[in-house]
């Protein structure tokens, strides 16, 4: 189990503080894609820093990644 965030969820009192959790047979987390054009929001170290992920096909899963590369510029990254 694991929060909107992206950690996992170990305890009922995790469980009890998030306002969404995300379930996965295989133990595996993955973003849900929600659909094309989706933008989510990723905290990275800890929350200091947020890279925004867009879905860009359902089928297969894509994702493009942006504000994740280090010195202050952007990177983007397309993952299937």
């Known amino acids: 189990m694991f929060s909107a965030a992206g950690e996992e969820i170990r305890t009922l009192e995790q469980y009890l503080r998030e306002p969404v959790a995300l ?3 295989g133990g595996r987390f993955i973003w849900p894609g929600v659909r094309v054009g989706h933008e989510t929001t990723v905290p990275l170290d800890g929350g200091g820093r947020a890279a925004k992920m867009v879905t860009l096909s359902m089928q297969p899963l894509v994702f493009e ?5 280090g010195g202050g510029g952007v990177a983007n990254k397309k993952i299937k």
């Open 23 to 25: 379930v996965y047979e």
């Open 65 to 69: 990644i942006g504000g994740w590369g």
